[in-house]
Structure formats: C-alpha cells, structure tokens
C-alpha cells in the first residue's frame, strides 16, 4: 500500500507564494499520473492541477492557470504545487491524488489521497 502526505500549507497575505509539496510513500508513484484538489469549507472538493507520470501533459483547473504551477521530482517520489499571486478565493484544504490514469486523477477517481494541507490567504 502506498501513502501521499502533503506539506508546505499556512498563512498567507493576498499576492503572496506558497508551494506545497506531496511527497509518496510505500510504493513508487514515478509511474503514476498526480495531482492536486482542493475543499473550501462549505464547498464541494475541486479539481486544480494535474500532471502525467512523465510530466510531458499537465491540466489546470481555469481559477488557477498562469497562477499556480504543478511539477514533479520522480526521484523524490514527490509532486509540488507552487501557488502564486494567491487570492483569498484559494483558501482551502489542499490534497493530492495519484493514478496510473491522469483522467482519474482529473475526475478525482482514484483510490490514493493525502490528508490535506490547510492553505488560507488573507485579504
């Protein structure tokens, strides 16, 4: 079995950075397709970003295109989202997911999930 752990969440003013990192565990993701969701409270989990084993195709959610970037260290077993310009609208629970699919992993239908990274952006 394998495990996804996110990091890198906080606090964070308007226009401001924040990069989260997933990193896996307990099998190799590097032929695996990853990405990042996100649930704002009261709101239904969204897809944001995602990104091929390869990384030679990457999705994007339109709230985030030229804002945030996805990227992937296979040798690290780990997957990045470097969020800028950052709005208050971005607040929310941040998880990442892992498929051999990148469609799955688009329609957040997949079996591996994170426990979440608090992000909140003030205004």
């Known amino acids: 079995q394998g495990q996804l752990v996110e990091s890198g969440g906080g606090l964070v003013q308007a226009g401001g950075s924040l990069r989260l990192s997933c990193a896996g565990s307990?099998?190799?993701?590097?032929?695996?397709?990853m990405g990042w969701f996100r649930q704002a409270p009261g709101k239904e989990r969204e897809f944001v970003a995602a990104i091929t084993w390869s990384g030679g195709t990457i999705y994007y959610a339109d709230s985030v295109k030229g804002r945030f970037t996805i990227s992937r260290d296979n040798a690290k077993n780990t997957v990045y989202l470097q969020m800028n310009s950052l709005k208050p609208e971005d607040t929310a629970v941040y998880y990442c997911?892992?498929?051999?699919?990148?469609?799955?992993?688009?329609?957040?239908?997949?079996?591996?999930w994170g426990q979440g990274t608090q992000v909140t952006v003030s205004s």
């Open positions: 307990g099998r190799t993701f590097s032929s695996y397709a």
């Open positions: 997911n892992a498929d051999p699919s990148v469609l799955r992993v688009v329609a957040g239908k997949d079996d591996y």
